[in-house]
């Protein structure tokens, strides 16, 4: 089926192919698997045949040791691994903030220059504690990779804040916080002047020494001394904070580079992306396409939530309990013979059958049966009783269930009148073998209420998605398919890597 | 409340408001992240720096909500200490005070945890607490020990005077039982890597870690591990399908074919539920009570919240321990 609305797809591998396309940023908030596209992207473009490099930043564990990497770690090694046939290579690296900054530092300032600045505390709890430090210093990074020109294509992760947009605001921000007018203040107190030093004069002098005065009692009474020592420093050292994130920036802006937003498909993680894209439009940044990760599907899309939930209930009701008694079965019970519907209330289990059902059912209860099947049902309770419409909406199916059972609106549709017959053929089969034991209804009503399960959190993934194209129409979109485990291997990376390309078998049925 | 970005840390804590006050009590729920992640969820407007009712639980209990600004906050707090008057907006405007802010990330959290503790020990003229729990959705689980420790730091630069008297008036409250720290997580890798790794360091800090919430578990399937082990049954399981009502279980037939596709689904579920096991098995080593919440197919709306709450509550009163405070009759 088409993507709705026209959406186009992304097509990865000619944006990974393109001698052209140098950086690929991968973006989005935390969790959404920013790090694994990020190296699922090096490893596919590296067996693609272009010389790679990933820059991960804070990856999991096991993710990090299996491509090599054990610790931070500023300069790019080698992925074992990696199939090099077409001829390329995948390096990775894992952002060392605290080094990337000391790093700064020492390449622009004089050796005693540069050992003052990296002993002063304020740098130090800048260079490891600062909200937006770690966002600055991925730039930079960046930044040194590219100028290298060592590589075809880099790869960038962005750090894990919350908000996508803070790897482009953090830089600027704390650049402009460091070029701030009150810092400049404080740096020469002496020299007031200008307009800043009107102000100063409006509000008093001693609102000012006040305000100081109270920082140092709240700051210890050092550091706003180290801050300005510091800020000293590094001014006349390389001009300023702010001018070097801009830099970066504009590496950002130029052709070459390529973003691609990656979001699970929920609300709040395409909340962010849209005000990411937004962002990208705005500052004329390259798109390249919004990544949806960790999608469900299913080979059975057909079967819808309610009338597997119907199903289920069938196998866990049917004859559990003898309702005229109201009494469980004994399990040696003798198999009743074909049980008249009870009182008044139609065996709508299964409407066209629904004699046979009852049969089946009660020949095969057993205590087993009926305790975890009614475990089962408590516990579905429990998990279902905040879904105010599930249970009407399985009612629903009990009672029109006869037209839905023809298979109308399912994939299979139009094959209902010989179900009816096959139906009968197997239920004789069945009453002569006995072999279905309580287990396999037991097993059956559990996949089905699992598919029940898939079914709606994939209608809501859909419903959530589809908001987010019908307001970014022109947004090329790859989905990739929730894999049962964590990925923390290569092969796990080149199956993220084939979905990621191959759209056609993204996440099934969309 | 702790825990990692995105493990539904907002979610939970503001089930716990709702269930702590349950039984006619108010209770308060902070945010300080400044992310309006409680009006979100709440689905009102975002929240101004000011306490508001922003829920009726079970049981006509009172949420109480505030969105702590640590720029407003730390004007407050000048203005109480040093009685800067209308200098305080001057310096507003000259990018002070976002510079103070800014400056040290542990000026912003003591701000933010000193709010929170006054809401703690407010009393009304009866001296009776105004609040009968305060719920903080505080940062995550990497930043959690750090931010509440930062009160030690300061008491340790301000020696005396004012700052220094709160700063450990603070950390009276926050490393006394009247605390408690509980950890969100998910039965994923690296958010239970940071929650073993955070409950290490909140330890070591002497703060009260309490307990563990998994949250979002997917419920087990009856006969998951015949999934993995047994050779396929699939005729069976057709069978089953067939009456059920689901079609055919002949060869080729409707009921056969979902056979495939839905066992393969509950093989995958059998595979994440096993390495949930292993995670759940490291988590339950730390030796905290763990408690589940189970995940929402359909997503967290309003009614949701209130499903969870009662989820909370219902665990709590079991095992009989207090989500915060020593005061027994909490949930
Ligand atoms: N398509 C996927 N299927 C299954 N698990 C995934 C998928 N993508 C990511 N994950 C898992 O999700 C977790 C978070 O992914 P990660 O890439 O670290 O996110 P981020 O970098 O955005 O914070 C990891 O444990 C990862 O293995
Ligand atoms: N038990 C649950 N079942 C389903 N979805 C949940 C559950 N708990 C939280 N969520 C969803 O997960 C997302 C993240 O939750 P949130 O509370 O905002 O996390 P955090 O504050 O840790 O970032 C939200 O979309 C929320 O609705
Ligand atoms: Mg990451
Ligand atoms: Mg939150």
Not at chain 1, 107 to 115: G, I, L, M, V, W
Not at chain 1, 167 to 192: E, N, T
Not at chain 2, 106 to 128: F, I, M, N, P
């Amino acid at each position: 089926m088409a993507t709705p609305l026209d959406a186009d797809a992304l097509d990865i591998d000619p944006l990974l192919d393109d001698p052209a396309t140098r950086i690929v940023v991968c973006c989005g908030s935390g969790g959404v698997g920013k790090t694994t596209t990020a190296a699922a992207l090096g490893v596919r473009a590296a067996e693609r045949g272009r010389r790679t490099v990933v820059l991960t930043i804070d990856p999991a564990r096991r993710l990090a040791q299996s491509m090599g990497l054990s610790e931070l770690d500023n300069t790019p090694r080698e992925v074992p691994g990696i199939d090099k046939a077409a001829g390329g290579e995948l390096h990775a690296m894992m952002l060392d903030m605290k080094r990337t900054f000391d790093e700064i530092v020492e390449t622009h300032a004089d050796t005693d220059r540069a050992k003052a600045i990296l002993e002063n505390p304020f740098y130090q709890s800048l260079s490891t504690g600062f909200a937006g430090t770690q966002e600055y210093m991925a730039m930079e990074k960046l930044g040194q990779l590219r100028a290298g020109d060592e590589w075809d294509l880099i790869v960038v992760d962005t750090p894990p804040s919350r908000s996508a947009l803070d790897f482009l605001d953090a830089p600027g921000r704390l650049g402009s916080f460091l070029d701030g007018k009150f810092i400049k203040l404080m740096m020469a107190p002496a020299r007031v002047g200008g307009r800043a030093g009107m102000k100063v004069v409006n509000l008093g002098m001693a609102g000012l020494s006040l305000f100081t005065g109270a920082l140092n009692k709240l700051l210890g009474a050092g550091l706003l001394r180290d801050v300005q020592t510091f800020i000293a420093a590094m001014d006349t050292m390389f001009g300023g904070f702010r001018t070097r994130a801009d830099a970066t920036y504009r590496l950002l802006q130029a052709p070459g580079t390529a973003f691609l937003v990656v979001a699970a498909p929920e609300r709040d993680a395409l909340r962010e992306a849209a005000y990411f894209v937004e962002r990208l439009a705005a500052d004329r940044m390259p798109l390249a396409g919004l990544v949806l990760n960790r999608v469900h599907g299913s080979e059975a899309a057909g079967l819808s939530a309610e009338r597997a939930l119907a199903a289920a209930e069938n196998l866990e009701d049917g004859g559990i309990v003898d309702r005229e008694g109201g009494k469980v079965l004994d399990r040696d019970a003798p198999s009743a013979g074909p049980a008249a519907p009870e009182d008044g209330s139609p065996a709508v289990e299964n409407p066209g059958h629904p004699r046979s059902v009852t049969t089946l059912g009660r020949a095969e209860k057993t205590e087993t049966t009926t305790e975890t099947a009614e475990r089962t049902i408590a516990e579905r309770t429990a998990a279902e009783r905040t879904i105010p419409d599930v249970r009407s909406a399985t009612d629903r199916t009990s009672t029109d269930g006869s037209t839905r059972d023809d298979g109308h609106g399912d994939a299979q549709g139009g094959e209902g009148g010989r179900d009816g017959e096959e139906s009968r053929d197997s239920l004789h089969e069945s009453r002569d073998g006995r072999e279905d034991s309580a287990e396999v209804s037991v097993l059956a009503a559990g996949l089905l209420r699992l598919h029940a399960d898939r079914m709606r959190l994939l209608a809501r993934e859909r419903r959530t998605r589809d908001r987010f194209m019908a307001l970014h129409p022109d947004v090329p979109l790859a989905e990739v398919a929730a894999l049962p485990g964590d990925v923390h291997d290569l092969d796990g990376l080149r199956a993220i890597g084939e979905r990621l390309a191959d759209q056609s078998r993204s996440a099934g049925p969309r | 409340m702790t825990g990692k970005g995105g493990t539904g840390k907002t979610t939970v804590a503001a089930a716990l408001a709702l269930a702590l006050a349950h039984g006619g009590r108010r209770t308060l729920l902070v945010e300080v992240e400044g992310r309006q992640g409680i009006a979100q969820l709440f689905e009102t407007e975002p929240l101004p720096y000011e306490e508001r009712k922003i829920a009726v639980s079970h049981g006509n209990g009172e949420v109480y909500a505030l969105a702590i600004d640590a720029e407003r906050a730390l004007l407050d707090y000048l203005q109480t200490f040093y009685k800067l008057g209308s200098a305080g907006r001057a310096l507003k405007r000259l990018g002070a005070i976002d510079f103070a802010t800014t400056i040290a990330p542990g000026l912003r959290d003591v701000l933010l945890t000193g709010k929170a503790c006054e809401a703690v020990r407010r009393r009304d003229k009866r001296q009776r607490p105004v609040y009968d729990a305060v719920v903080m959705d505080a940062p995550p689980t990497g930043r959690i020990a750090r931010f509440l420790g930062v009160n030690e730091e300061v008491a340790g630069l301000a020696k005396v005077g004012p700052v220094h008297n709160q700063a450990q008036a603070v950390m009276r409250v926050l490393k006394s039982p009247e605390t408690a720290v509980h950890l969100v997580t998910l039965l994923e890798e690296m958010p239970v890597q940071e929650t073993i790794d955070g409950i290490a360091e909140l330890r070591a800090a002497g703060l009260p870690a309490a307990s563990v919430v998994v949250n979002m578990v997917r419920p087990e399937l009856p006969g998951e591990e015949q999934l993995l082990t047994a050779p396929g049954r699939t005729d069976e399981i057709a069978h089953a399908f067939a009456r059920a009502g689901l079609g055919g279980a002949r060869r080729g037939g409707r009921a056969e074919r979902l056979v495939t596709p839905l066992l393969e689904q509950g093989r995958e579920h059998a595979q994440r539920v096993r390495l949930e096991r292993v995670l759940r098995a490291e988590l339950s080593a730390q030796g905290l009570p763990v408690r589940e919440l189970g995940l929402l197919s359909e997503g967290v709306e309003l009614a949701g919240l209130y499903g969870l709450a009662r989820e909370l509550r219902g665990q709590w009163q079991n095992s009989g321990a207090d989500a915060a405070g020593t005061d027994g009759k909490h949930p």
